[in-house]
């Protein structure tokens, strides 16, 4: 299993533009896929984008495309999330996670979190 360090968020304007990290510890390829989830206020984490480590393809939550960007740096180890025309509802807490499952549908390697972008 990998080690996952999330890091980015902080004040931000709405309407502009962030970028959060990952740091991956370990083999990536050892995982078949990367994924951001997001947590809210009811405490529910929920899958919103997530990418082959394979080929790169990704996938994202219907409610987040076009805002979303997922990405995978192999040369820098890191996983990241851009995140465009923030939206005071982006406030939450961001967590990066890795599957070895083939199907991606469980993930069993995850970081600690990220406070996601506040809006100022």
């Known amino acids: 299993q990998v080690q996952l360090m999330e890091s980015g968020g902080g004040s931000v304007q709405t309407g502009e533009s962030l970028r959060l990290s990952c740091v991956i510890s370990?083999?990536?390829?050892?995982?078949?896929?990367m994924a951001w989830f997001r947590q809210g206020p009811n405490n529910k984490r929920d899958g919103i984008a997530r990418?082959?480590?394979?080929?790169?393809?990704?996938y994202y939550m219907e409610s987040v495309k076009g805002r979303f960007t997922i990405s995978l740096d192999h040369a820098k180890n890191t996983l990241f999330l851009r995140i465009d025309n923030l939206k005071p509802g982006d406030t939450n807490m961001y967590y990066c996670?890795?599957?070895?499952?083939?199907?991606?549908?469980?993930?069993?390697?995850w970081g600690q979190g990220t406070q996601g972008p506040v809006s100022s």
């Open positions: 990418i082959r480590t394979g080929d790169g393809s990704p």
């Open positions: 996670a890795a599957s070895t499952v083939s199907s991606c549908a469980d993930f069993n390697s």
């Open positions: 370990g083999d990536i390829y050892s995982s078949n896929c």
